[in-house]
T-cell receptor, first 118, second 111 residues
Framework: GAVVSQHPSRVICKSGTSVKIECRSLDFQATTMFWYRQFPKQSLMLMAT?????????EQGVEKDKFLINHASLTLSTLTVTSAHPEDSSFYIC??????????????FGPGTRLTVT | KQEVTQIPAALSVPEGENLVLNCSFT??????LQWFRQDPGKGLTSLLL?????REQTSGRLNASLDKSSGRSTLYIAASQPGDSATYLCAVVSRDDKIIFGKGTRLHILP
């Protein structure tokens, strides 16, 4: 089956620093990847949609200059949280859509990255 | 704007019982509906995917139904086990190509 990995699984950083999270599709090519954020006991909220080779589309209320997304290849998308603050502490999950099967609109999810900003 | 609602928010049942989780969505123009399981602090595990043209999907003790016209889906779990304890999320892919999640149902199976 389609596998999506995320790295790191957990990261702790100091306020004001930047953190990069990687999302990789391991056994398929993904033209589209999605980034979600989940606060404790809340559901997943879509942050942005990234398409390979083009700029990401951000959801309303998500600061594009704070959450930098790069989708440089068909198997890798990165999310960089710049100048992180404690309120950015959350669970970040990515998903990817198989390039070969776009009609199914199924997304495959990564295991998530727990970010803690101290 | 698509909204997904899951009822109940939490549920506790004794082991062995059959149970039903409910999901409703406001816009019936969807591509598919998917049920996920999430364990505490973990990512998502896809359980069942129902395409908009389908009525139900089954996998082992799980059965999910979809009534697109009424904007409803149910997840039926047969013969529940303590290992089924988790949060179950319902999500739809709308025509704007976005996946919208419900807030989930926290299920606790009592041994």
């Amino acid at each position: 089956g389609a596998v999506v990995s995320q790295h790191p699984s957990r990261v702790i950083c100091k306020s004001g620093t930047s953190v990069k999270i990687e999302c990789r599709s391991l056994d398929f090519q993904a033209t589209t990847m999605f980034w979600y954020r989940q606060f404790p006991k809340q559901s997943l909220m879509l942050m942005a949609t990234s398409n390979e080779g083009s700029k990401a589309t951000y959801e309303q209320g998500v600061e594009k200059d704070k959450f930098l997304i790069n989708h440089a290849s068909l198997t890798l998308s990165t999310l960089t949280v710049t100048s992180a603050h404690p309120e950015d502490s959350s669970f970040y999950i990515c998903s990817a859509r198989d390039r070969v099967l776009p009609s199914s609109y199924e997304q495959y999810f990564g295991p998530g990255t727990r970010l803690t900003v101290t | 704007k698509q909204e997904v609602t899951q009822i109940p928010a939490a549920l506790s049942v004794p082991e062995g019982e059959n149970l039903v989780l409910n999901c409703s969505f406001t816009d019936s123009a969807i591509y598919n509906l998917q049920w996920f399981r999430q364990d505490p602090g973990k990512g998502l595990t896809s359980l069942l995917l129902i395409q908009s043209s389908q009525r139900e999907q089954t996998s082992g003790r799980l059965n999910a139904s979809l009534d697109k016209s009424s904007g409803r889906s149910t997840l039926y779990i047969a013969a529940s086990q303590p290992g089924d304890s988790a949060t179950y999320l319902c999500a739809v892919v709308s025509r704007d190509d976005k996946i919208i999640f419900g807030k989930g149902t926290r299920l606790h199976i009592l041994p």
